[in-house]
């Protein structure tokens, strides 16, 4: 594969920058000189990176950073890398990594394409996690999704081996194609068997967004995958 492609690719997101709040802009200000990292840091390196050696986690696209800084806070010996391109989220993030005195999160506000291209080593994370991308519901748009079979090929390159992908949705048919994907990816194995999703891990937490949906009867459908 040639992965210098996937950075000329259609954009799986739209950039909305948006008015940060005074929160927002506080904890990007003091928590990204901290906890932050751009493409021009060159490679990533986890070791250096993190006073713990635990699993190491990486989440594209955390929104506003809710369930990654939960799960930071609860498993503190694993070290975790955040993904987002939408900046309020980012700051709203970092303001809660300074609030609870959380040291082993630390965050990209890049595309993800990038940073998995240009600066995570090969085979060097255990987890990667992606929850709730757009499912670009209108047909046309379907070519803008995230998860195509470039995209997982790159994305399993960083896996580590035995490393898993996680993916979640709330889309039905996103998850059909989600499972077409990734079921067609050789290097990969479907941890709970053949086509079939996965129960939500406990590892994943619940947001409001999807304990909201539950209760209006909408599904969600969790894909765990191994590197073979």
């Known amino acids: 594969m040639n992965e210098s492609r996937l950075s000329h690719r259609i954009r799986s997101f739209v ?19 901290k906890h932050g990292f751009t493409l021009s840091d060159n490679q990533f390196d986890w070791d250096l ?27 503190s010996e694993s070290r975790y890398l955040g993904i987002e391109v939408h900046t309020p989220g980012v700051g709203k993030l970092l303001a809660d990594v300074e609030r609870r005195g959380i040291t082993n999160l630390k965050v990209f506000s890049d595309d993800a394409v990038q940073v998995l291209e240009d600066v995570i080593p090969a085979n060097s994370v255990d987890l990667m ?9 209108k047909k046309r748009h379907h070519k803008r999704r995230l998860i195509q079979p470039d995209f997982v090929s790159l994305a399993v390159s960083r896996l580590s081996s035995g490393g ?13 194609h989600m499972m077409d994907v990734l079921s067609a990816t050789e290097a990969l194995e479907n941890v709970a068997g053949d086509r ?33």
């Open 15 to 33: 950039i909305r920058t948006g008015r940060m709040t005074d929160s927002q802009k506080a904890g990007w200000d003091v928590g990204f000189p």
């Open 49 to 75: 990176c993190f006073n713990v050696v635990g699993p190491r986690v990486l989440e594209i696209g955390f929104g506003m950073g809710d369930s990654l800084v939960a799960m930071a806070e609860q498993n």
């Open 129 to 137: 996690q992606i929850f709730f991308p757009d499912p670009w519901h």
């Open 164 to 176: 898993h992908l996680h993916l979640a949705t709330d889309w039905e048919p996103y998850a059909e």
């Open 196 to 228: 079939q999703f996965s129960p939500r891990p406990e590892s994943r937490p619940e947001t409001k967004f999807e304990h909201r949906g539950h209760r209006l009867g909408h599904g969600v459908w969790d894909l765990l995958f191994c590197k073979r």
